[in-house]
């Protein structure tokens, strides 16, 4: 107990620090993207990764809470995860490229000999949909690490009722680091995960889930997955569904999620992520009582109608990115700026 309060606060320090210190070099060297007329720094991500890798990693090493090693493993692959996202946010890498990777790290962490191979390959399909799912929450402020926050309590949870021991240390030391960060990334942010934070949190949790629930029933193990991701799940499906809708790619496409939504409707920033994260906390409630056993299976049918309404519903309300707003890399989103040919359009308005 005494370990758990002292890992948890060194994380928060160590990544809210990080995060700080990351942020003149950022500034200094280009390493930003621009947030409604706001340049702020893309090392945020780093913070997450390096604060739970070194404080998870430090408890295994001196033996006073040992990973396992699965969990070990997972670790390790998971902050390769979050150097590929590093690469990508340094440099263009093409999606199929990142993709490759995510799923690559996916098949390594899966546990084959419980699942079997059928099985294990579709946890394994579905690592890699969490894990983008994150990419595109870290679309506005405070809305990935809140999410990331929840989760990772609500999967510490299942992970400590079945004695998983050192996934639910990994779990609570990712969702204090995720607090450190959140210090800078709440709206308006000084700071963002990027696709190191964001994928790397994304694989850990979606991979967490599928060690948690490996060689248990498989309707209540769907269920109780399926509630705990919801958000991340719902965001994406409304991501591809407004992109599908306005025939357009890219940054502008990403501008379709669940935040920009709600931010249609009027409400400001923080009270997106806000709202989003209510969501998130009610639907990995609905996840952690099917893995208690203290609800149904059929308890997440109600996740996923709400779900589904809030879709429907959000997919009326139009946006900038529905009315012909265009990502200029210098000057942010305006109507009708039509970045010049060959320019980048990685940077994401927030």
Same mark, same amino acid.
């Given at each position: 107990?005494?370990? !758990?309060?002292?890992?948890?606060?060194? #994380? =928060?320090?160590?990544?809210?620090?990080?995060?700080?210190?990351?942020?003149?070099?950022?500034?200094? *060297? !280009? =390493?930003?993207?621009?947030?409604? /007329?706001?340049?702020?720094?893309?090392?945020?991500?780093?913070?997450?990764?390096?604060?739970?890798?070194?404080?998870?990693?430090?408890?295994?090493?001196?033996?006073?809470?040992?990973?396992?090693?699965?969990? !070990?493993?997972?670790?390790?692959?998971?902050? /390769?995860?979050?150097?590929? $996202?590093?690469?990508?946010?340094?440099?263009?890498?093409?999606? %199929?490229?990142? =993709?490759?990777?995510?799923? #690559?790290?996916?098949?390594?962490?899966?546990?084959?000999?419980?699942?079997?191979?059928?099985?294990?390959? *579709?946890?394994?399909?579905?690592?890699?949909?969490?894990?983008?799912?994150?990419?595109?929450?870290?679309?506005?402020?405070?809305?990935?690490?809140?999410?990331?926050?929840?989760?990772?309590?609500?999967?510490?949870?299942?992970?400590?009722?079945?004695?998983?021991?050192?996934? &639910?240390?990994?779990?609570?030391?990712? @969702?204090?680091?995720?607090?450190?960060?959140?210090?800078?990334?709440? &709206?308006? &942010?000084?700071?963002?995960?990027?696709?190191?934070?964001?994928?790397?949190?994304? *694989?850990?949790? @979606?991979?967490?889930?599928?060690?948690?629930? &490996?060689?248990?029933?498989?309707?209540?193990?769907?269920?109780?997955?399926?509630?705990?991701?919801?958000?991340?799940?719902?965001?994406? %499906?409304?991501?591809?569904?407004?992109?599908?809708?306005? /025939?357009?790619?890219?940054?502008?496409?990403?501008?379709?999620?669940?935040?920009?939504?709600?931010?249609?409707? /009027?409400?400001?920033?923080?009270?997106?992520?806000?709202?989003?994260?209510? @969501? #998130?906390?009610?639907? @990995?409630?609905?996840?952690?009582?099917?893995?208690?056993?203290?609800?149904?299976?059929?308890?997440?049918?109600?996740?996923?109608?709400?779900?589904?309404?809030?879709?429907? $519903?959000?997919?009326?309300?139009?946006?900038?990115?529905?009315?012909?707003?265009? %990502?200029?890399?210098?000057?942010?989103?305006?109507?009708?700026?039509?970045?010049?040919?060959?320019?980048?359009?990685?940077?994401?308005?927030?």
């Amino acid at each position: 107990m005494l370990y !758990g309060i002292i890992a948890a606060t060194s #994380a =928060l320090l160590l990544a809210s620090a990080l995060a700080a210190v990351l942020r003149v070099p950022a500034l200094r *060297f !280009g =390493l930003v993207e621009r947030r409604r /007329g706001r340049m702020v720094s893309r090392l945020g991500g780093v913070a997450v990764v390096v604060g739970t890798v070194v404080v998870a990693g430090t408890g295994d090493w001196s033996g006073v809470a040992r990973l396992g090693t699965g969990v !070990g493993q997972l670790l390790v692959v998971g902050a /390769g995860v979050g150097v590929l $996202g590093l690469v990508a946010d340094l440099r263009p890498v093409p999606r %199929v490229v990142r =993709l490759a990777g995510q799923a #690559a790290a996916a098949v390594v962490v899966v546990p084959y000999d419980e699942l079997g191979v059928g099985a294990g390959l *579709f946890a394994a399909a579905w690592i890699v949909l969490v894990t983008s799912a994150f990419g595109s929450l870290d679309q506005a402020d405070g809305v990935m690490g809140t999410v990331g926050v929840v989760t990772a309590f609500a999967l510490g949870g299942c992970a400590a009722a079945e004695v998983m021991d050192g996934l &639910a240390a990994l779990l609570s030391v990712l @969702a204090a680091a995720l607090t450190g960060f959140l210090m800078h990334n709440w &709206a308006p &942010a000084r700071t963002v995960a990027g696709r190191c934070g964001a994928l790397f949190t994304g *694989f850990v949790l @979606a991979s967490a889930g599928v060690l948690v629930h &490996a060689g248990r029933e498989p309707l209540g193990s769907a269920g109780a997955l399926f509630a705990l991701t919801s958000v991340a799940t719902a965001d994406v %499906v409304l991501v591809l569904a407004g992109r599908r809708r306005g /025939g357009r790619l890219g940054p502008v496409a990403c501008r379709r999620g669940l935040a920009y939504r709600l931010r249609g409707l /009027g409400l400001t920033a923080r009270g997106a992520a806000v709202v989003i994260g209510a @969501a #998130a906390f009610a639907s @990995a409630l609905v996840g952690l009582l099917i893995d208690l056993g203290w609800a149904g299976a059929g308890a997440a049918y109600w996740v996923a109608g709400a779900a589904g309404v809030s879709v429907l $519903g959000l997919l009326r309300v139009r946006v900038h990115s529905d009315r012909g707003f265009r %990502v200029h890399p210098d000057r942010g989103t305006r109507p009708g700026a039509v970045p010049p040919t060959g320019a980048s359009l990685r940077v994401r308005s927030g």
